[in-house]
Nanobody, 124 residues
Framework: QVQLVESGGGLVQPGGSLRLSCAAS????????IYWVRQAPGKGLERISG???????LYTDSVKGRFTISRDNAENTVYLQMNSLKPEDTAVYHC??????????????????WGQGTQVTVSS
C-alpha cells in the first residue's frame, strides 16, 4: 500500500521555524512531483509548494522567500523548511504526489497519492 507520511508539525511562536518531512513508500518516488498542500481552519486547500523530479521548485506567493522545499530521492523523503512563520501559516499540511504537474489541482482527488497531514500552529 502506497504511503505518504508527514511529520515535524507542532506549535511554534511567530517568527519561528519548523521543518516538515514527507516520507514516501511503495511507489517510484523519484518519478513523481511532490507537493505540499495546506488547509487552514475553515478554508479550502492551498497548494503552497512543489518539487519536480529534477529538483525544480515552485512556491505560492504567500510563502515565497520563507519556505524551502527539497527532496532526497535516496531516502524517499521531501522536506519543507519553514522560516519566519506567521499566524496565518496555521494549517494542516499535507504532502501529495503525482506523476504530472497539476496546475489546476484543487482537491485531494486531483493527486495520485495523498498523506494524512501534520498540524502546524503558529501562535504566541
Amino acid at each position: 500500500q502506497v504511503q505518504l507520511v508527514e511529520s515535524g508539525g507542532g506549535l511554534v511562536q511567530p517568527g519561528g521555524s519548523l521543518r516538515l518531512s514527507c516520507a514516501a513508500s511503495r511507489f517510484t518516488f523519484r518519478s513523481y512531483w511532490i507537493y505540499w498542500v495546506r488547509q487552514a481552519p475553515g478554508k479550502g486547500l492551498e497548494r503552497i509548494s512543489g518539487i519536480n523530479t529534477g529538483g525544480g521548485t515552485l512556491y505560492t506567493d504567500s510563502v515565497k522567500g520563507r519556505f524551502t522545499i527539497s527532496r532526497d530521492n535516496a531516502e524517499n523523503t521531501v522536506y519543507l523548511q519553514m522560516n519566519s512563520l506567521k499566524p496565518e501559516d496555521t494549517a494542516v499540511y499535507h504532502c501529495a504526489a503525482d506523476r504530472l504537474f497539476r496546475p489546476l489541482a484543487s482537491s485531494q482527488g486531483d493527486y495520485d497519492y495523498w498523506g494524512q497531514g501534520t498540524q502546524v500552529t503558529v501562535s504566541s
